[in-house]
Structures are given as C-alpha cells and as structure tokens.
C-alpha cells in the first residue's frame, strides 16, 4: 500500500547534525534503510521537510518509515494513504455511488 510520508525537520535539531559534519550520514542511513520510491526536499512553515513516497506491505511497517525520522531529528511525521490510478479504477465507484443513491 502506498503512503505519501511528510516529514517537518525541527530547525535546531537539524542544524546541529549539519554543524556537526552528521547529517549526510543520517539521511543516508535513512534512505538506504526506507527505500522511498520517491523523495522530495522542501521547506514549509519556515522548517525543512520532506514528501517521500513509501510502500507499505502491512501498516505494522509505519514504525520502520518513521521512527528514524523521530529518533534522528525529532521530527513531526504524517503517513496518508495514497491510490494510484490502478487502485483506484479497482475502487468501485460506480458500484459504490449506485449502493448510495
């Protein structure tokens, strides 16, 4: 199941990693452990954050995508579940729009 995953980078934690020479090694970590099909840097809300987009095999995996984020940076996380265009054609709208009427 995809999720898209937004991370909120609090500033002073994020800013010690880079003063002191660790954040490329953490994010590195954290990549190469997630394997996000996708990863989107940004700033929001004067912080910087990221949109990743995660597969899931089971929700009991959430911890695995966001506990690095919480243990490294204090990170505020949010995991919102996301359809491609094949899930939702398999979605039965019509279906479910005819039950409601």
Request: glycine letters at 6%; a neutral charge.
């Amino acid at each position: 199941m995809k999720f898209v995953m937004r991370v909120s980078l609090p500033i002073h934690k994020f800013n010690q990693a880079i003063a002191d020479g660790t954040i490329g090694e953490k994010m590195r970590r954290i990549l190469d452990e997630t394997k996000p099909e996708a990863v989107y840097f940004t700033a929001e809300d004067g912080k910087r954050g990221g949109i990743l987009i995660v597969d899931m095999k089971d929700v009991s995996e959430m911890p695995k995508f966001a506990e690095p984020w919480f243990l490294l940076f204090d990170a505020q996380v949010s995991l919102l579940p996301a359809m491609t265009p094949q899930d939702f054609q398999r979605a039965g709208l019509d279906a479910i729009a005819a039950k409601w009427r």
